[in-house]
């Protein structure tokens, strides 16, 4: 992380500096203080005077928090102009985005601190989602495995393994379903072939599904030649919507 600059109790041509500076240089700017909101956009709104957390990012999304709850009271995705006035003892900060025409508006009573600065995070995203939450979204929404498919069983015991997902579709064909959340290579695929051909023995009609976020190359070519079928699923997608019914 480069410096980051912060001003406590800072006056009026502090805050102003401190907007110019990261707008200029694409900071990260947040600004701790006592002050109303007022929304005009698509609809209106405002939010008298209260101790709120006001955060500008590097792209110009714009987010307020109260001092309690984890969603915003106010938000905007982006910000094309900022416009400061001061009118009285008070100042006013005008966050506007031309297309939808938007613009979030703060009265400054009291400014407590102002932090600003670029931070730097290039991480990659890792995914927390087990592989039983998947198990347990997918046989409540199997619709995301294919359309039509019902599950009948889940960790289903047939004697040379446990299938993970057991059910039929629209057709009434079984169909054997296997999780992966890490990458798929070609022993998971070969493990759902012995559990196809252990039906087939029986049952000519059955599918094998396996199901991941990602496949290597050879077990993508392995999948076809044995007349198997590869589900890629978006793991951050589907751990958003768990997290959302929680």
């Known amino acids: 992380m480069n410096d980051f600059y912060n001003i406590y109790n800072p006056s009026t041509d502090d805050i102003i500096n401190a907007f110019n500076i990261a707008r200029k240089n694409g900071y990260v700017l947040i600004l701790v203080g006592n002050f109303s909101i007022y929304y005009k956009g698509r609809a209106t709104s405002q939010i008298s005077t209260g101790d709120r957390i006001l955060i500008l990012k590097e792209d110009g999304s714009l987010i307020i928090h109260r001092p309690k709850g984890y969603k915003p009271v106010n938000w905007q995705p982006h910000t094309d102009r900022i416009k400061i006035e001061q009118r009285n003892d008070d100042l006013i900060i005008s966050f506007i985005r031309k297309k ?59 004697g040379i393994g446990k ?12 169909v054997i379903i296997e999780l992966k959340k890490g990458k798929i290579g070609n022993t998971e695929v070969l493990q759902l072939n012995r559990y196809v051909q252990h039906y087939r023995k029986t049952n000519p009609r059955v599918r094998g599904i396996i199901i991941g976020s990602s496949i290597t190359n050879s077990a993508k070519i392995l999948i076809e030649n044995l007349k198997l079928e ?7 997608k589907i751990s958003t919507i768990t997290s959302k019914s929680d």
């Open 100 to 158: 939808p025409r938007e613009t979030v508006s703060i009265i400054l009573n009291k400014t407590y601190v102002v932090y600003y600065g670029k931070l730097r995070d290039i991480a990659r995203f890792e995914m927390h989602l087990t592989e039983e939450d998947l198990k347990k979204f997918l046989k409540k929404h199997p619709e995301y495995i294919d359309d039509g498919i019902r599950i009948t069983r889940e960790e289903y015991d047939i």
């Open 163 to 174: 299938i993970d997902l057991l059910g039929r579709d629209r057709e009434g064909n079984i």
């Open 230 to 236: 590869f589900k890629r699923i978006d793991l951050r």
